[in-house]
Nanobody, 123 residues
Framework: QVQLVESGGGLVQAGGSLRLSCAAS????????MGWLRQAPGKEREFVAT????????YYADSVKGRFTISRDNAKNTVALQMNSLKPEETAVYYC????????????????WGQGTQVTVSS
């Protein structure tokens, strides 16, 4: 089992940047594929990015390709999401999520998630 705590959200103007971080507990972090997902008010949770256990495989949602970068540090049990050129429509709660071994691009495939961190992008 893994417990996740996100941080780094906040208020930013359109075009700005934020870096989200996720700290994971447990000694088996390196056996989990990690992902970032987001949920805007009144909308379903959607996939943003995922990274495999050794960072050899990375996928992004088409809407964030070229602007967001996911990374992980297995020695520190952390995963990060660098977000650049943010848009108002990306205002949402961002969740760090984990799945055993295999990357996933749909919300239902993840087994663990944190409380989320709010990202608000003003126009």
């Amino acid at each position: 089992q893994v417990q996740l705590v996100e941080s780094g959200g906040g208020l930013v103007q359109a075009g700005g940047s934020l870096r989200l971080s996720c700290a994971a507990s447990g000694r088996t972090f390196s056996s989990y594929a990690m992902g970032w997902l987001r949920q805007a008010p009144g909308k379903e949770r959607e996939f943003v990015a995922t990274i495999s256990v050794r960072a050899g495989t990375i996928y992004y949602a088409d809407s964030v390709k070229g602007r967001f970068t996911i990374s992980r540090d297995n020695a520190k049990n952390t995963v990060a999401l660098q977000m650049n050129s943010l848009k108002p429509e990306e205002t949402a709660v961002y969740y760090c999520e984990a799945r055993r071994l295999v990357v996933a691009t749909t919300p239902s495939e993840y087994n663990y998630w944190g409380q989320g961190t709010q990202v608000t992008v003003s126009s």
